[in-house]
């Protein structure tokens, strides 16, 4: 009967205004009644107001009227110039100002840690970038790629310097060691490489792998490499006189990603078995398993002072651990796929993370970090719910791109929005939402 009088007020060149409104009525009304709002009660009815996103008078004039309700203070935020297809590596720089990302789109691009403008784009890979890190002077950038070669590049121009070609298959991870003058390169041809970085000329290589390489990394002093691999294992080798030191076994799927603490002492590596595994370098033990993750661990990273241990997930969140005891401290989620990549500043009050979704986020921690802070999260059937009280505060469409608690920039095609809860009247004082 709606959609009726709105047509004939329309055929009959009447003014427009009342159509209009009785057409956003209708459709707000089909917007409700399809949501699982429905089901709750009044407070969370007038919630869903605030996800309605047009901006016709009686959309606002509702808005107002109920101005103490949860809202949106940045409705799709506009998108920034970014990568195209999935991001598959993130790094700080150094002194924590810039991050840098390898995807899909075959380009490396540098950003300015607190805008997410866009610095410098690195192009001259033929296919995917699997992995960049950054010169310990941040003044070179070293990168992997599955067109199987290696390049060292100068940040200030974007030239790269050098291309490695030794490896017979995809390059899956780089590092530079600590003092700039090698560079460490894993495969899936299972061999680990080191390069001299200013000439290029390959110095070592490192056999044993029984399959891929997936992950590699200098230790702090350079003098030895680690390595995971698809063959469960995580490899601790000389790097001068190209001998295995050890060789640590447990993991009961393939190793993802390796790291090693600031001071050395200690390995953490992430695989396909969900978990997350903190070695003693000398001894070769295992001191932690660390469960959580409910699908592969893609990427780990150790804080400035080694305390905290951060992983990234096939389950799309991002979580930070207690090194020496394997307790979570948080959990980021807003990730809308595969996390693929985490990073720490160097100050140690940020994370990075890539995505199969395309973006980069960075989380702020907060501090002390204390187990659940965040003060609400998304749920299930897209229910935001408080944290750790699980009560319902408001419902927000699927799509909705949502910035979570903690997340300080996204750098992302696709843009954003923000939900504040600042000045909202909800739980059993909904009524005062309410405004004369």
């Known amino acids: 009967m709606l959609q009726q009088f709105t047509s004939l007020l329309q055929s009959e060149n009447r003014p427009l205004t009342l159509a209009d409104d009785l057409d956003e009525a209708a459709n707000f009304s089909t917007y409700f009644a399809e949501s699982p709002a429905a089901e709750s009660t009044p407070h969370l009815y007038i919630?869903?107001?605030?996800?309605?996103?047009?901006t016709s008078s009686l959309c606002q004039n509702w808005k107002k009227t109920f101005s103490r309700a949860p809202c949106f203070t940045g409705v799709q935020l506009p998108a920034v110039e970014g990568h195209t297809h999935k991001v598959n590596c993130v790094a700080f720089s150094t002194d924590g100002t810039q991050i840098i990302s390898g995807s899909d789109d075959r380009s490396i691009r540098i950003w300015d840690t607190y805008t997410g403008v866009q610095m410098q784009v690195l192009k001259?890979?033929?296919d995917s970038v699997t992995s960049v890190k950054f010169s310990t002077d941040g003044t070179r950038v070293v990168s992997?790629?599955?067109?199987?070669?290696?390049?060292?590049?100068?940040?200030?121009?974007?030239?790269?310097?050098?291309?490695?070609y030794?490896?017979?298959?995809?390059?899956?991870?780089?590092g530079f060691s600590s003092d700039g003058t090698r560079v460490i390169s894993g495969s899936y041809d299972n061999s680990v490489r080191m390069w001299d970085a200013s000439t290029g000329v390959e110095m070592q290589v490192f056999?044993?792998?029984t399959d891929f390489v997936t992950s590699v990394t200098f230790s702090p002093n350079g003098q030895q490499i680690i390595s995971g691999s698809y063959d469960k294992s995580v490899r601790v080798w000389n790097a001068s006189q190209n001998l295995q030191v050890q060789v640590l076994n447990g993991h009961t799927l393939e190793v993802c990603a390796v790291a090693i603490s600031p001071d050395g002492n200690w390995i953490a590596s992430g695989s396909h078995d969900k978990s997350v595994r903190v070695w003693d370098v000398a001894l070769g033990v295992c001191l932690q398993v660390i469960n959580g993750h409910v699908g592969w661990v893609t990427s780990v990273a150790f804080s400035p002072d080694g305390t905290w241990i951060v992983s990234g997930s096939q389950d799309q969140s991002v979580r930070l651990w207690d090194t020496s005891k394997g307790v979570q401290l948080q959990m980021f989620e807003g990730h809308t796929h595969y996390v693929t990549s985490v990073?720490?500043?160097?100050?140690?009050?940020?994370?990075?993370?890539?995505?199969?979704?395309?973006s980069i986020s960075v989380w702020g921690l907060p501090t002390p970090v204390k187990p659940n802070q965040s003060i609400w999260t998304r749920a299930s059937r897209n229910w935001i719910i408080s944290f750790p009280e699980r009560d319902r505060l408001m419902w927000i469409p699927k799509l909705a791109p949502l910035i979570r608690p903690f997340n300080t920039l996204i750098i992302s095609n696709s843009g954003f929005i923000v939900v504040d809860f600042h000045q909202s009247m909800i739980g059993d004082n909904w009524v005062r939402c309410y405004t004369p």
Do not use: C, M, P, Y
């Open 47 to 54: 919630s869903v107001l605030t996800t309605w996103w047009q």
């Open 124 to 126: 001259g890979h033929t």
């Open 144 to 164: 992997g790629s599955d067109d199987e070669s290696v390049r060292v590049w100068d940040v200030a121009t974007g030239v790269h310097l050098q291309v490695f």
């Open 166 to 174: 030794r490896h017979t298959r995809k390059v899956s991870s780089v």
């Open 207 to 209: 056999n044993g792998h």
């Open 343 to 358: 990073s720490f500043s160097t100050d140690g009050t940020h994370i990075a993370s890539g995505s199969e979704d395309k």
